[in-house]
Nanobody, 126 residues
Framework: QVQLVESGGGLVQAGGSLRLSCAAS????????MAWFRQAPGKEREFVSR????????RYADSVKDRFTISRDNARNTVYLQMNNLKPEDTAVYYC???????????????????WGQGTQVTVSS
């Protein structure tokens, strides 16, 4: 498994921006599909975005499309989530997740991922 450490969360006003980072160690980062999930109090963990091992393909939840951008730097073993135009409903703990690219999968469900970070809190005030 790969070890993941998130950073960059915080408190921001609605309409503001944050950039989350997830640093990976322990395995060949470039072999991994990386994703971001989030979990609000009392709710299930939900998919936010994912990026394939080369960065050539990305996918977003409808709720964040056109506001969030996922990217990765394989030389730095880091994946990012740029969050713009934040809304109060984006408030949650954000988790980074990793999964080897083989075997192929949808990579949109928590069960699709075997490695998780500890999470970083994002709070958006209205």
């Amino acid at each position: 498994q790969v070890q993941l450490v998130e950073s960059g969360g915080g408190l921001v006003q609605a309409g503001g921006s944050l950039r989350l980072s997830c640093a990976a160690s322990g395995r060949t980062f470039s072999n991994y599909v990386m994703a971001w999930f989030r979990q609000a109090p009392g709710k299930e963990r939900e998919f936010v975005s994912r990026i394939t091992w080369s960065g050539s393909s990305t996918r977003y939840a409808d709720s964040v499309k056109d506001r969030f951008t996922i990217s990765r730097d394989n030389a730095r073993n880091t994946v990012y989530l740029q969050m713009n135009n934040l809304k109060p409903e984006d408030t949650a703990v954000y988790y980074c997740a990793a999964q080897d690219r083989n075997p192929p999968g949808p990579w949109t469900r928590p069960s699709d991922f075997g490695s998780w970070g500890q999470g970083t809190q994002v709070t958006v005030s209205s």
